[in-house]
């Protein structure tokens, strides 16, 4: 995310300046590829090579040195590099912007969010949809898992919306005593300051999402949203305005449908007794 955030303040100087790429990349003898790799966050800016752009730009100092802060930043090594393989290369996207996110709005059609499940819900979980893989990697799934609820914890974490279906609710996962640890889970967070949880019942049959879950990725003004989607073999990232737009109007539906916020703890506290 910092290097999207640096990437998109180095095209906008540029364009401000009145350059073009192959301007610039001849002005500093670089090849312009190299340029538009950096201005696509596809290529992280070394702090000499963002250096070398401002003194091009005329960048003043103190407007400099948060840019060249971006850019250190961005070459830094982030807290899930340490679990290796257990976070595949496209989830390491995800889970920066995450990081980065100032709000997360979710539906999911099958299981409780990752963000809010406990950590025997989700081994049970990983064993039933992780088919053939061992149990070491398995339990470093869950510990990844298990780090990323510590955003939930901090002074800046984001703003949570999340929307479930009430098949996440009832759907026996791990067994009844695992089943309503999650559950009894699910009531507290109810009670989070920065969450909003609601169901979606079956009362209300077809709607808008049945193609299954999603995540809109809300950044600070500067920043595109992005919509995040998983499937079994892969994920991905929706970033044009109509793509966003439309799993926008998607949740806004969804939320708008859903029972209201006491309904729903009133529901899961229901579901628990049972």
Same mark, same amino acid.
């Given at each position: ?6 990437? $998109? ?11 073009? =790429? ?63 393989? $257990? ?36 081994? $049970?979980?990983?064993?039933?949809v ?11 799934m ?9 955003? =939930?914890?901090t ?9 479930? @279906? ?9 067994? +009844?005593?695992v089943?309503? $640890? ?11 300051? @920065? ?5 979606? +019942? ?5 709607? +808008? ?18 919509? &995040?989607?998983? &499937? +079994?073999?892969?994920?991905? &990232? ?10 926008? =109007?998607?949740?806004?539906? =969804? ?5 209201p916020?006491d ?12």
């Amino acid at each position: 995310m910092r290097r999207r955030r640096l990437a $998109a303040e180095l095209r906008q100087l540029r364009e401000e300046r009145g350059f073009t =790429l192959e301007q610039v990349a001849e002005e500093i003898d670089w090849h312009a590829t190299k340029l538009s790799r950096i201005e696509t966050a596809k290529r992280a800016a070394q702090p000499s090579d963002v250096r070398a752009l401002l003194a091009l730009y005329e960048v003043a100092k103190e407007a400099a040195e948060p840019l060249l802060a971006l850019a250190r930043e961005a070459r830094q090594r982030s807290w899930w590099q340490a679990y290796g393989e $257990a976070v595949p290369e496209s989830f390491q996207v995800y889970l920066g912007l995450e990081s980065e996110a100032s709000s997360l709005r979710v539906y999911e059609a099958e299981f409780v969010p990752g963000l809010l499940q406990t950590e025997e819900y989700a081994l $049970a979980l990983h064993r039933a949809v992780q088919i053939g893989v061992g149990e070491t990697e398995i339990e470093q799934m869950v510990a990844v898992r298990m780090a990323r609820q510590e955003l =939930l914890l901090t002074d800046e974490a984001p703003r949570l919306w999340m929307v479930v @279906n009430e098949a996440v609710i009832r759907r026996m996962v791990g067994g +009844p005593e695992v089943m309503g $640890a999650q559950l009894a889970r699910l009531i507290d967070a109810t009670k989070m300051r @920065n969450l909003t949880l609601q169901i979606l +019942p079956f009362s209300v049959g077809a709607h +808008p999402a049945m193609g299954g879950g999603f995540r809109i990725i809300d950044f600070e003004a500067g920043a595109d949203d992005v919509v &995040y989607i998983e &499937y +079994p073999t892969g994920s991905l &990232y929706l970033e044009k305005k109509r793509e966003v737009d439309s799993y926008t =109007l998607m949740f806004d539906h =969804l939320r708008a449908t859903a029972l209201p916020i006491d309904a729903s703890r009133a529901l899961i506290e229901q579901v628990y007794d049972e």
